[in-house]
C-alpha cells in the first residue's frame, strides 16, 4: 500500500510503516505497529532533509499504537500532516502565478515589451522600485509584484494581495512608495536601474473569494478607486485600478474574469 507526496512516499509494509526516500529507497521514519508508542524519528542528516524538507531540525512525535489494517490511514492522513506545508500542494488558485502567466504569454514581446515578475509570481528576481536613479537600499521604497516595460521603460506596475480582507489603509500604504518611486530595478533585464514613466498605470489586485456573501467591502473598493482617480496624477502614476477578482477553489482555473485586467494594461501600453 503506498500514498504519494509530492517529495518522498509512505510504504506500509506487514508490521511496520515507513517513510521512504523516493530515489535511494533509503528508509527515513520507521512506525512500529507493535511498540506501546509509535515514535517517528526524523534522521539528522541535513544533506537529506534539506532535499526533502528543507529542515534541519530534529523532530520526534510519539502517537498511540495501531492494531488493526483499518486504522491505517489514520497513520497516513498523521504522517501527511506532520510534513511541511512546502511539500503538500494546495488546489486553490494561486492568482500571483495565474496573472503572471496571462501576462507573460500576451505582452512579453523582447527585445521592446518586457513581462517581469516577482518570486511570489513565478519569477527569479525582486522588484526593486528606487526613488533616485542610484540602487541602495535608502533608497530603495517596496517590491511590487510584477510589471511590463515597454521601450526600456516602466510603464504598467501590479501589486497582487491574494489573501486576508485588505483594507484601504494597506491599499494606500502601497501605493505611496510606489507613487514616489522614479526607477526600476529587476535582473532580468539588466543590473541597471531603468526610468519608471511618468504616465505609468498602477493596478492593485485584490482576492475577494474570503469575503462574506453581503459585504460592503465590493463597494468599499469602488469608492476608494473613484477617489484615488480624483488625485491623480500623483508622483509618477497616472492612471489607476483598483481590481476585485475571486480566485477559484478548485481546477480548472478560469481566465475570463481577467479580461478585463488584461484591457486595462493594453490600453496602458503604447502601439
Same mark, same amino acid.
Not at 544533506?47 to 528543507?54: N, Y
Given at each position: 500500500?503506498?500514498?504519494?507526496?509530492?517529495?518522498?512516499?509512505?510504504?506500509?509494509?506487514?508490521?511496520?510503516?515507513?517513510?521512504?526516500?523516493?530515489?535511494?529507497?533509503?528508509?527515513?521514519?520507521?512506525?512500529?505497529?507493535?511498540?506501546?508508542?509509535?515514535?517517528?524519528?526524523?534522521?539528522?542528516?541535513?544533506?537529506?532533509?534539506?532535499?526533502?524538507?528543507?529542515s534541519y531540525k530534529y523532530h520526534t512525535l510519539v502517537v498511540t499504537p495501531l492494531y488493526e489494517q483499518a486504522n491505517c490511514q489514520l497513520f497516513l492522513q498523521l504522517c501527511c500532516q506532520f510534513v511541511p506545508r512546502i511539500c503538500i500542494i494546495s488546489m486553490r488558485?494561486?492568482?500571483?502565478?495565474?496573472?503572471?502567466?496571462?501576462?507573460?504569454?500576451?505582452?512579453?514581446?523582447?527585445?521592446?515589451?518586457?513581462?517581469?515578475?516577482?518570486?511570489?509570481?513565478?519569477?527569479?528576481?525582486?522588484?526593486?522600485?528606487?526613488?533616485?536613479?542610484?540602487?541602495?537600499?535608502?533608497?530603495?521604497?517596496?517590491?511590487?509584484?510584477?510589471?511590463?516595460?515597454?521601450?526600456?521603460?516602466?510603464?504598467?506596475?501590479?501589486?497582487?494581495?491574494?489573501?486576508?480582507?485588505?483594507?484601504?489603509?494597506?491599499?494606500?500604504?502601497?501605493?505611496?512608495?510606489?507613487?514616489?518611486?522614479?526607477?526600476?530595478?529587476?535582473?532580468?533585464?539588466?543590473?541597471?536601474?531603468?526610468?519608471?514613466?511618468?504616465?505609468?498605470?498602477? +493596478?492593485?489586485?485584490?482576492?475577494?473569494?474570503?469575503?462574506?456573501?453581503?459585504?460592503?467591502?465590493?463597494?468599499?473598493?469602488?469608492?476608494?478607486?473613484?477617489?484615488?482617480?480624483?488625485?491623480?496624477?500623483?508622483?509618477? +502614476?497616472?492612471?489607476?485600478?483598483?481590481?476585485?477578482?475571486?480566485?477559484?477553489?478548485?481546477?480548472?482555473?478560469?481566465?475570463?474574469?481577467?479580461?478585463?485586467?488584461?484591457?486595462?494594461?493594453?490600453?496602458?501600453?503604447?502601439?
Amino acid at each position: 500500500m503506498y500514498f504519494s507526496m509530492s517529495r518522498a512516499t509512505l510504504r506500509y509494509a506487514a508490521s511496520d510503516l515507513y517513510f521512504v526516500a523516493p530515489s535511494t529507497s533509503r528508509v527515513l521514519i520507521r512506525l512500529s505497529r507493535f511498540s506501546q508508542f509509535v515514535r517517528i524519528f526524523l534522521l539528522r542528516r541535513r544533506s537529506r532533509l534539506q532535499k526533502l524538507f528543507s529542515s534541519y531540525k530534529y523532530h520526534t512525535l510519539v502517537v498511540t499504537p495501531l492494531y488493526e489494517q483499518a486504522n491505517c490511514q489514520l497513520f497516513l492522513q498523521l504522517c501527511c500532516q506532520f510534513v511541511p506545508r512546502i511539500c503538500i500542494i494546495s488546489m486553490r488558485e494561486t492568482i500571483h502565478k495565474t496573472i503572471a502567466a496571462l501576462l507573460s504569454s500576451l505582452f512579453h514581446n523582447p527585445p521592446t515589451v518586457y513581462v517581469i515578475s516577482a518570486p511570489e509570481c513565478g519569477g527569479i528576481h525582486r522588484i526593486r522600485l528606487f526613488s533616485t536613479q542610484f540602487k541602495s537600499r535608502a533608497t530603495s521604497y517596496c517590491w511590487p509584484d510584477a510589471a511590463v516595460i515597454q521601450n526600456r521603460e516602466a510603464r504598467v506596475i501590479l501589486e497582487i494581495e491574494e489573501t486576508g480582507t485588505v483594507s484601504p489603509a494597506k491599499i494606500g500604504g502601497k501605493m505611496l512608495p510606489i507613487s514616489l518611486s522614479t526607477h526600476l530595478c529587476n535582473e532580468e533585464i539588466g543590473r541597471h536601474p531603468i526610468p519608471i514613466s511618468r504616465e505609468t498605470t498602477l +493596478i492593485q489586485v485584490v482576492n475577494t473569494a474570503s469575503f462574506q456573501p453581503l459585504t460592503r467591502k465590493l463597494q468599499q473598493y469602488q469608492n476608494l478607486e473613484a477617489d484615488i482617480r480624483d488625485i491623480l496624477p500623483l508622483g509618477c +502614476i497616472v492612471h489607476y485600478f483598483l481590481f476585485p477578482v475571486v480566485a477559484d477553489a478548485a481546477p480548472p482555473f478560469g481566465t475570463s474574469k481577467y479580461d478585463t485586467l488584461l484591457g486595462m494594461i493594453s490600453g496602458s501600453l503604447t502601439t
